[in-house]
């Protein structure tokens, strides 16, 4: 035999029937210079005599080994091979996985072309229990592009994430000199092997090609090592393997490693465990918790600050052994977004539960302030409802849960009722069934449901198709409407026994439901088979189900899949948009309105439909809304949701479209079509290709650009400022401008006219609907968003302390705040009523006529409220970075603001507490040049005169 370039050690146990699979994925490489070396670690089974087989078919390709005894593990046939390999590289392999074909001819090359020690390559999990073998990427990121390091210090998250060995190729020399072996009698060997291997390689290299598919197969009668999450042993190996490996790191001085290796165990490691605590019993939780406890203990405190809040408040409650909150606090972490605890409040803040916030670091990992469960709608928030009994008898079932209130926000006089509700999770037709419980009642902390189901005469599935039926229980409080899925917990449900059903199609095939836990340790029932014909008929549909036809019929299927997929991809429904519906006729009166991207209804777009519906225009009008559901909208439109077909076909058919911010660029505007551009705000920064980044775009991308700004039939400005800048950025042609105003600002303007005439200023409706106090002075707090240097928006902190400004002119004023809508606010409770988040309000200018003064930075919104020819005050903290580094401004905002621009938090509070004098008096004069500098057509009457211009014709 040839000496070969790469020896694949494949190791089995038990896996006659895999074996020969895998050897075949080493047999096919493109790569022929390959061997393969099987050790079969002393099987029960044919798995041995199989190999055998194997390497008598290949004899100059193939070896075969058996170890005299089982190891129990993988380290042992894993050293065996490597001692029985001839080649100058080895692979492994495990018996039910394969390698893809290309993987040792890339892997070699990357080896010789680096002289590497370790050469890695991508790794694909096939979940073969999923309906169309889901694949997923192990750490992609890791492997997006070819890189080399000299140390693995270069990039602590090869060592942290990528654990595995079985994606890697090794020089054979470098393992012997190191003396690299797998620990033997001990699981999770490949964490040490591999932190071992990295550590003591001189050079690593990774590949950007997937080279290993590890087949996932869950539903296995017999668990794979990692998947015995149950089992105490498992999790003492798991911890002492991170033992090992943590000393390994100290010893060579790699405390940046360990920090990452500590951040990487408390969001995975413990994780994994976490997520079956609440259906194991106590013995096992208590020895979970002294294993897990010592380990805790010499983790960096600084990595809880690291991690997501759930997996740090679940760590740091383990480390208190506090079952009575972790458990509520594990189904949370399993359950993404659901709120298992009532909560408590102390101090202005908000904390996940009452206990351990005597310390600093209790009080540090349990604050949730910033989830605004205090302040979000019930209904934005997933309650968590948890069973307390469950029982059933001749079809009936009797179960009983109690739903988390959090903080007490459904008082003990809301009206409440609720309904149980069954749902197939594949529909095929079927009926939910509702079934009213019979009692609920406030608790306290939580509400209490009791009720009864017959699910013999209410649940009808199909009988086939319609496998898994979900339980949720629909709660109404003052008729909100707040959906829970039902977590099972600790109470035992297998011991209720199976349902007897009466599928639709036929009982021969499935005839009871089996209540089971879901992955997410919820309430499901799924079909199952006991009677003798149901059973019989079960086994003739299963195998039919793996004969050639049923193949035939998947790839068909699959087939199905893939174009339905196509069919709803962008690049199709552009085709679609141009080849099609732009051929269909215009339709006269149809009027597409957008405002900022389908996010919102409001703006000068809202003004100019509003006023057209106050003049009885006839028009069809069509909004454009973006996300699941739209909210706010009017009644007496189309919705239609952005992208959708309905959406691109009503604007191939519009005679207009009217928006503020730009409808999808690559979409052409037909001849036909009047597209009436309203924009968004006067420009202080700087706009289209006055911006650097446009500037730098290439050719092609600068002429798309302005291939979607030259569709503008018309463009809105509200002075000669929007003439030399957003229209000289946008490179519009003069024609095009329309020195109207902005419709948006007609209230405004006209709010100013009454007050004018008057002397009284009308605060409207919202000061009643906000609560507000109608002697206290309103100050609105409006700033724009920032952008870090790749673009990406930034999230949004107060740069003021808000507590404080509640101690100071809580008694006086009344703060809201309503940042942009690509932001979001968290107020501490504890200045609740004096500090108000508005953001939710779409519409700004109810918000801008009530405010008697406005707090603000670099935000358009100055322009708009210089109408009312109230104070302003400019808080530019980061005055230098956003003008200067950032994109840049069209003027010196320090030389015209028409009120004091303040830097820091107590040169803000200042002039807040000398308001009329420093904010209001002496700037009186400068609002007025502002105003008419910048929004000299703004006179009230913009959207009259827009309805007038194109759909009265009465302006012409």
């Given at each position: 035999m040839q000496v070969p370039d790469v020896s694949v050690v494949v190791i089995a146990y038990n896996d006659a029937e895999r074996l020969p699979t895998a050897v075949q994925s080493v047999l096919d490489q493109t790569l022929h210079s390959v061997e393969v070396v099987i050790v079969d670690d002393c099987s029960k089974d044919d798995t041995f005599a199989v190999a055998q087989a194997l390497a008598a078919g290949n004899p100059d390709r193939v070896r075969a080994f058996q170890l005299p005894e089982n190891s129990g593990g993988c380290g042992a046939p894993r050293n065996f091979g490597i001692q029985q390999c001839a080649g100058a590289y080895v692979m492994f392999l495990d018996s039910d996985d394969v390698l893809e074909r290309n993987a040792c001819r890339n892997m070699l090359e990357a080896a010789e072309g680096t002289g590497s020690d370790i050469v890695s390559g991508l790794c694909v999990r096939v979940h073969l229990d999923s309906r169309n073998q889901k694949r997923t990427s192990w750490y992609p990121w890791l492997y997006s592009a070819t890189r080399t390091i000299e140390s693995i210090t270069e990039l602590p998250d090869l060592l942290t994430f990528d654990t595995l060995s079985t994606n890697k190729c090794y020089r054979r020399e470098f393992l012997l000199e190191s003396g690299l072996e797998f620990p033997v009698g001990i699981h999770y060997e490949d964490l040490l092997f591999s932190a071992q291997a990295y550590v003591a390689a001189s050079r690593i290299t990774l590949i950007p090609n997937t080279v290993y598919y590890w087949n996932v197969q869950e539903s296995a009668a017999a668990k794979s090592i990692s998947n015995r999450r149950h089992e105490i042993a498992n999790f003492v190996h798991r911890m002492e393997i991170h033992r090992r490996v943590d000393a390994l790191l100290e010893s060579k001085g790699y405390d940046e490693l360990k920090y990452r290796k500590d951040i990487k165990f408390l969001k995975h490691d413990l994780v994994l465990h976490f997520r079956d605590l609440a259906l194991l019993d106590e013995d096992y939780r208590r020895e979970f918790a002294a294993v897990a406890n010592g380990y805790l203990a010499e983790i960096d405190p600084q990595a809880y600050d690291e991690v997501q809040r759930m997996h740090a408040i679940c760590a740091y409650l383990l480390s208190k052994e506090?079952?009575?909150?972790?458990?509520?606090?594990?189904?949370?972490?399993?359950?993404?977004?659901?709120?298992?605890?009532?909560?408590?409040?102390?101090?202005?803040?908000?904390?996940?539960?009452?206990?351990?916030?005597?310390?600093?670091?209790?009080?540090?990992?349990?604050?949730?302030?910033?989830s605004n469960f205090h302040s979000r709608p019930l209904t934005s928030i997933v309650l968590g409802n948890r069973l307390t009994s469950y029982s059933s008898a001749d079809g009936v079932v009797s179960l009983s849960g109690r739903v988390v209130n959090p903080l007490g926000r459904i008082s003990p006089d809301a009206e409440i009722s609720a309904v149980l509700e069954i749902s197939a999770r594949r529909s095929v037709g079927g009926k939910t069934a509702r079934i009213p419980v019979t009692t609920i009642r406030h608790a306290g902390e939580h509400i209490e449901w009791e009720g009864r189901a017959d699910i013999a005469r209410t649940v009808r599935p199909l009988g086939i198709i319609d496998a898994v039926w979900d339980v949720r229980l629909i709660l109404m409080v003052d008729g909100q409407r707040l959906r829970t899925r039902v977590s099972v917990g600790g109470t035992p449900i297998d011991e209720a026994g199976t349902l007897r059903i009466r599928p639709r199609l036929t009982q021969l095939v499935s005839d009871r439901f089996v209540p089971e836990v879901t992955k997410k340790g919820n309430l499901s029932y799924v079909l199952?088979?006991?009677?003798?014909?149901?059973?019989?008929?079960?086994?003739?549909?299963?195998?039919?189900?793996?004969?050639?036809?049923?193949?035939?019929?998947?790839?068909?299927?699959?087939?199905?899949?893939?174009?339905?997929?196509?069919?709803?991809?962008g690049e199709t429904k552009l085709r679609v948009y141009h080849e099609f519906y732009s051929k269909l006729p215009i339709r006269k009166g149809l009027v597409v309105f957008e405002s900022h991207l389908g996010k919102q209804y409001s703006d000068s777009p809202k003004a100019i439909y509003e006023e057209m519906r106050r003049q009885g225009i006839p028009f069809e009008a069509v909004w454009s809304y973006a996300g699941a559901k739209p909210t706010g909208f009017p009644e007496d439109a189309t919705l239609v949701e952005r992208w959708s077909w309905q959406y691109l076909r009503a604007l191939a058919q519009a005679e207009f479209w009217i928006d503020n911010q730009g409808f999808p660029l690559r979409l052409t505007k037909r001849p036909g079509t009047t597209y009436i551009q309203t924009w968004h705000g006067t420009a202080l920064k700087r706009m289209g290709f006055d911006e650097p980044t446009t500037k730098a775009r290439g050719l092609a991308s600068a002429a798309s650009f302005q291939q979607a700004l030259d569709r503008f039939d018309h463009f809105l400005i509200r002075g000669e400022h929007d003439r030399r800048t957003l229209a000289r950025g946008f490179r519009l042609r003069d024609e095009v401008l329309l020195p109207v105003g902005y419709p948006r600002n007609d209230d405004l303007a006209e709010a100013r006219r009454k007050e004018t005439e008057t002397g009284h200023r009308d605060r409207g409706p919202l000061a009643a609907e906000l609560g507000i106090d109608p002697e206290k002075k309103v100050l609105l707090y409006a700033p724009t968003f920032r952008a870090a240097p790749g673009g990406k928006v930034r999230a949004f902190q107060a740069p003021f302390d808000v507590e404080e400004f509640a101690e100071r002119f809580g008694d006086t004023h009344q703060l809201l705040i309503r940042t942009h809508y690509l932001n979001s606010v968290t107020l501490p409770p504890s200045v609740r009523g004096r500090v108000i988040d508005v953001s939710r309000h779409h519409d700004i200018t109810p918000l801008l006529a009530l405010a008697d003064g406005l707090i603000t930075d670099y935000s358009s919104v100055m322009f708009d409220y210089g109408l009312l020819d109230r104070p302003m005050i400019f808080f530019?903290?980061?005055?230098?970075?956003?003008?200067?580094?950032?994109?840049?401004?069209?003027?010196?905002?320090?030389?015209?603001?028409?009120?004091?621009?303040?830097?820091?938090?107590?040169?803000?509070?200042?002039?807040?507490?000398?308001?009329?004098?420093?904010?209001?008096?002496?700037?009186?004069?400068?609002?007025?040049?502002?105003?008419?500098?910048?929004?000299?057509?703004?006179?009230?009457?913009?959207?009259?005169?827009?309805?007038?211009?194109?759909?009265?014709?009465?302006?012409?």
């Open positions: 506090d079952w009575t909150n972790l458990l509520p606090a594990t189904d949370a972490l399993t359950n993404s977004g659901r709120l298992t605890s009532p909560l408590a409040e102390k101090d202005g803040q908000v904390y996940w539960c009452a206990e351990h916030l005597d310390t600093e670091q209790g009080r540090q990992i349990l604050d949730v302030t910033a199952g088979a006991e009677g003798k014909a149901a059973v019989h008929t079960s086994a003739m549909i299963e195998g039919a189900m793996h004969g050639r036809a049923a193949g035939l019929a998947k790839t068909s299927l699959k087939r199905l899949l893939k174009a339905k997929k196509d069919l709803r991809s530019t903290y980061d005055y230098d970075e956003y003008a200067k580094e950032n994109r840049g401004t069209y003027f010196d905002l320090k030389e015209r603001a028409p009120g004091p621009v303040v830097a820091t938090e107590e040169e803000l509070f200042g002039v807040i507490a000398n308001f009329k004098d420093e904010a209001d008096t002496k700037y009186a004069a400068a609002r007025q040049r502002f105003n008419t500098e910048f929004s000299e057509y703004d006179r009230g009457d913009a959207a009259r005169r827009i309805v007038a211009k194109f759909f009265t014709r009465s302006g012409k």
